[in-house]
């Protein structure tokens, strides 16, 4: 998962695209998986990073990051792979 | 060290300029408790989905819908409509404060002489009323509410076979403006058939005619239209005095009081729309006391309402299954309670509430029951926070026709409850089980072995 290099980002979690103008928000979970992908960081990585800050199971968080990725292509924030 | 709350992930586009005119979508606050009890200790100890009633909620919305209408008039009685919901435990409240039963089947009638209700003051209404049912409500002389000639002329003949003579109303139906008019209950007003209906009455000299009863229909979101109706009663009640010099006893304005629900397609919640009790009466009442009859010979008048009374104080718990996104992106939402249980959820915008403390973050969902049927949607749109699997809504406002209409599809109907004035739970339908379903079926013997 790469974020397309013309997104911006703000750490308090707002993103713009400026080829099609559009913001969105996100939680700070989401938030904090954002800035992790921008860095580069592998999917197993963000996972055990997500794990070890929050109170949640492994499976429900990697439930959770998958669909999180779906929603971030269908707004086309991350490039199809 | 505690590891920190966690939000399942989540981005929302911004999409300026859509607050419609009515400005920004409103944020319920979580209902934790209902009468003092907590919602998660309800569906531990009685199961999801639950039905929840409120004795202090029925007890309360029925006396302002009586004090309503006793301050505006003198004799007023109403009577409870037990196809709105005919659990015996709610039922007895409603008679416990002093309300008639308004039935519209044998079942529902044997229902209410179980219940302990006095024959006489049992109304019989409905279409559909068997040869047998009119003799027995005749011999109780309960009152029975006639829909058709062929009623009438059976009564006429029930008189004659048990030598009783049935204590009769008839159902009107009428134009008060309203759209879509009910014309297919009762005699019509306005092409004279209720008339004409009076006068085979009258002449017959079998029956004994008591009053004067309609209902315009439901959901009325206009108190006027009662204002014409019973103009249009009185009428006939001044018509039978000045012909047969004759005075009804009661006008039965039936019931069709619209409840603090919302309809679909509604701008605004029904809470701030709809009728109150007060506009009702006062629609009713001004008719009634502005006609001919003097003080002395005002008739009786009973409300049939049942849904307005009823509705707010019933609730579903239900419990969130699973989540998922729909082909466009749209969070949806699976919850244990279907239509199957909701049956009013295909004409209401029910109101849905979490029922644990919440994320700040929403987001647009569309509310599914479990049922592997397309139909079966809660909510197509509302506005909830991130939930999971295992999380807990309430539903609002499902008093009424939920438990008579709910359906028998595919699963077993939850138990349902009685919160009591001093916040006890009381058990007053027991769940389901396979029992229910299959146990009156038949199987023949040839059909008992398959193939293996």
């Known amino acids: 998962m790469k974020i397309k290099q013309q997104i911006a980002i703000s750490d308090t979690g707002f993103l713009f695209n400026p080829s099609t103008g559009e913001s969105f928000t996100v939680n700070p979970v989401g938030a904090e998986i954002l800035a992790m992908l921008r860095d580069g960081k592998p999917e197993d990585q963000i996972l055990e990073t997500v794990t070890e800050t929050y109170a949640v199971e492994k499976k429900t968080a990697e439930k959770d990051l998958h669909e999180f990725a779906g929603m971030l292509k269908m707004f086309q924030i991350i490039d199809k792979e | ?452």
């Open chain 2, 1 to 452: 060290m505690d590891k920190n709350h966690y939000d399942r992930p989540l981005i929302t586009r911004i999409e300026a300029g859509m607050p419609g005119k009515f400005g920004l979508r409103s944020e319920l606050p979580p209902t934790t408790h209902i009468d003092g009890q907590p919602v998660a200790e309800l569906i531990k100890t009685y199961g999801s989905p639950l039905f929840v009633f409120s004795e202090q909620t029925i007890r309360s919305i029925y006396r302002k819908a009586l004090k309503a209408f006793t301050t505006r008039y003198p004799k007023v009685q109403f009577a409870w409509s037990y196809k709105t919901n005919y659990l015996s435990s709610i039922c007895n409240i409603f008679h416990q404060e002093g309300a008639w039963a308004e039935v519209v089947s044998g079942f529902e009638y044997e229902k209410a002489l179980e219940n302990g209700v006095d024959p006489r003051k049992i109304i019989f209404n409905g279409p559909g009323k068997t040869h047998e049912e009119l003799v027995k409500a005749t011999e109780n002389g309960s009152l029975i509410h006639i829909d058709h000639l062929d009623e009438l002329y059976t009564l006429i003949e029930v008189a004659e076979s048990t030598e009783r003579k049935p204590r009769v109303a008839i159902r009107i139906n009428m134009d008060t403006g309203i759209y879509p008019m009910w014309d297919r209950f009762g005699f019509n007003y306005e092409n004279g058939q209720a008339w004409d209906a009076l006068n085979k009455i009258m002449y017959s000299g079998k029956l004994e005619l008591m009053g004067l009863h309609t209902h315009i229909g439901t959901f009325i979101m206009t108190a006027n239209a009662y204002a014409v109706a019973a103009t249009k009663m009185v009428e006939l009640a001044r018509a039978l005095k000045q012909k047969f010099n004759f005075q009804v006893k009661y006008i039965d304005m039936g019931g069709g009081f619209a409840s603090r629900n919302t309809l679909k397609g509604s701008y605004l919640p029904g809470s701030d729309t709809n009728p109150s009790f007060d506009e009702y009466a006062e629609a009713i009442s001004s008719a009634l006391i502005n006609s001919h009859f003097t003080p002395d010979d005002l008739p009786l008048l009973i409300l049939e309402t049942g849904r307005a009374l009823i509705d707010e104080a019933g609730y579903i718990l239900t419990s969130v299954i699973a989540n998922k996104r729909l082909s466009a992106g749209r969070r949806a939402t699976i919850v244990d309670a279907g239509v199957n249980l909701l049956f009013t959820s295909f004409w209401y915008q029910h109101q849905v509430t979490v029922a644990q403390g919440v994320s700040q973050y929403r987001e647009d969902t569309t509310l599914y029951g479990p049922l592997c049927m397309n139909i079966d949607c809660i909510r197509e749109s509302i506005n909830l926070p991130v939930l999971n699997p295992g999380d807990h809504l309430v539903i609002h406002h499902t008093g009424a026709y939920n438990v008579t209409q709910w359906m028998q599809f595919i699963t077993f109907r939850p138990n349902v409850i009685l919160i009591d004035g001093t916040g006890e739970t009381h058990l007053i339908r027991e769940k389901e089980g396979r029992e229910s379903v299959s146990g009156k079926e038949l199987l023949p013997g040839h059909l008992k072995n398959i193939r293996e």
